[in-house]
């Protein structure tokens, strides 16, 4: 019987908590809708079609991510959306740091950083499809 190394074991801890993250954002739109991603859009001249995929990025590919269905392609979406995500609310200023010294934007960086992780490695042995 062959053992489950760590590495399998990380990237599902990976998996499940930088999904339930992401998904907890996209639980909120869900609730109180998608005006303020509209207007973000807008004032950067993108076209307002574009919040709707924010459905996708932040509902869709986390609860993939989170049961390891095709990790790697809903890794690229999350990726994508972030990469969005820290042009319409961060281009400004990409490296400004808080009061407290870390980045503004570190959780996108946060997010980014595990997305890159999972399109690299996949979803790991504990994952629904295999993609590894």
């Not at 489950?4 to 907890?24: A, Y």
């Not at 639980?27 to 109180?32: C, D, E, G, T």
């Not at 989170?66 to 400004?92: K, M, P």
């Not at 960086?109 to 504990?126: D, E, N, S």
């Amino acid at each position: 019987m062959k053992f489950v190394n760590s590495h399998s074991i990380g990237l599902l801890f990976l998996r499940v908590f930088l999904g339930i993250c992401v998904l907890m954002h996209g639980i909120f739109k869900l609730n109180h809708g998608i005006a303020g991603v509209k207007s973000m859009l807008i004032a950067n001249g993108l076209p307002q079609i574009m919040s709707y995929g924010v459905y996708i990025g932040e509902v869709l590919a986390p609860l993939m991510i989170i049961f390891g269905v095709f990790t790697r392609f809903a890794a690229f979406i999350l990726f994508g959306t972030c990469c969005v995500i820290f042009y319409v609310a961060n281009a400004s200023a990409p490296f400004s740091l808080t009061s407290y010294g870390g980045f503004v934007a570190e959780i996108v960086y946060l997010y980014i950083g595990g997305t890159i992780c999972l399109m690299f490695c996949g979803g790991g042995k504990f994952s629904l499809t295999k993609d590894y």
